[in-house]
């Protein structure tokens, strides 16, 4: 297990990353445009019922949606970006102060990836930090080229989120606050700072291999110069727009789950290019490890059964991890 050197762009590609026959995506990464637009939802409008009906279509439909108006300055997400830019195109050996390997053993937060040399793994870079709980935060090792913006944005990003789970709750009935309240004070929130080097091979790697992510609803700030990110729907892969300054909101596997499948979340990609780099950055808001997911017994009754097991999250997180390596996902098992 190392952190990556990702400058590969005139090499041949390093066998490390190239993708076992079945699964690459058909040497075509090009997604199509989507049938009809992706869901555009003004934060400020909620619980506007117009507004709040285009949230129930994306979380229905896509699990997926542009935010805008979300309260979040534009300049401060346009900060957080550049700071990851500049830390991405400092030399390895400034990169490498931040590493995730103690003692050459990697933990969870950092500079590095997280599988295991023996894994195919993905063209990307990243750097992750633990928001929540505040104790676990360890400032000090943040990358200062964006730190203080992160932390402004961590703190802004959760009035957003609460905003919206609000909302979400509404549409499915429950009291405004089920979601909400389980963000206690041991309620687990990480970032990601993603990087994905031009890559001579796009038809052979992932920049991001499929998956959702595993928590509530993760925010994502995605590259407004350079596309990648997609979408599957129905079999099929479609390219997701930005609109700058928005922020893109996807249902993870905790709040599908929750919701009893009434929200899907997401299954996500990233394919690569061969000529410029692409930058994202994400917000995974979860709840606390010891909670057990499931879903909300106030959705349940005769005519409507729980249609996914429980488990406690830590446990979840971990088979999450785990399939993840062998390209499959762990709410497929959680379905009853
Ligand atoms: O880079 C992107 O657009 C997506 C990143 C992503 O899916 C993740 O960090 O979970
Ligand atoms: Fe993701």
């Avoid at 090009?30 to 939802?41: D, I, K, S």
């Avoid at 909300?296 to 991890?321: F, N, S, V, W």
Wanted: proline share 7%; glycine share 6%.
């Amino acid at each position: 297990m190392a952190t990556r050197v990702v400058q590969h762009v005139s090499e041949e590609l390093p066998s490390r990353y190239v993708l076992p026959e079945q699964h690459r995506h058909g040497g075509i990464p090009a997604g199509e445009a989507m049938p009809e637009p992706l869901p555009v939802v003004d934060i400020g409008r909620l619980p506007a019922t117009d507004e709040a009906s285009k949230l129930r279509v994306a979380l229905e439909s896509w699990g997926l949606f542009l935010a805008t108006n979300h309260g979040i300055e534009v300049s401060l997400l346009d900060a957080l970006m550049d700071g990851a830019r500049e830390f991405f195109h400092q030399p390895l050996e400034t990169r490498h102060k931040f590493s995730n390997l103690v003692d050459g053993t990697p933990r969870h937060k950092g500079y590095g990836c997280l599988l295991s040399q023996d894994q195919t793994i993905d063209w990307f870079d990243r750097v992750h930090l633990a928001i929540h709980p505040e104790d676990e935060r360890d400032l000090s090792s943040w990358p200062h080229f964006f730190r203080d913006a992160m932390l402004e944005y961590a703190g802004k990003s959760k009035k957003t989120r609460d905003r919206v789970l609000r909302a979400m709750a509404t549409l499915l009935e429950l009291e405004e606050d089920h979601f909400v309240s389980k963000f206690t004070d041991r309620a687990i929130t990480f970032a990601a700072v993603n990087y994905y080097p031009p890559c001579p091979a796009p038809d052979r790697v992932f920049g991001f291999r499929p998956h959702s992510d595993g928590r509530l609803i993760t925010f994502l700030l995605a590259d407004k110069d350079i596309g990648g990110l997609q979408v599957r729907k129905d079999g099929r892969w479609f390219n997701v727009p930005t609109i700058p300054g928005s922020l893109l909101v996807f249902v993870g596997d905790s709040l599908e789950i929750m919701s009893n499948g009434a929200f899907k979340a997401a299954v996500h990609r990233v394919v690569t290019n061969p000529v410029k780099d692409r930058i994202s950055v994400a917000m995974f808001f979860g709840v606390d490890g010891d909670t057990v997911l499931e879903p909300a017994p106030a959705l349940l009754d005769e005519t409507r059964p729980a249609r996914y097991r429980k488990m406690r999250t830590k446990e979840y997180i971990q088979g999450i991890l785990e399939l993840y390596g062998r390209y499959e996902r762990m709410i497929e098992t959680m379905k009853i």
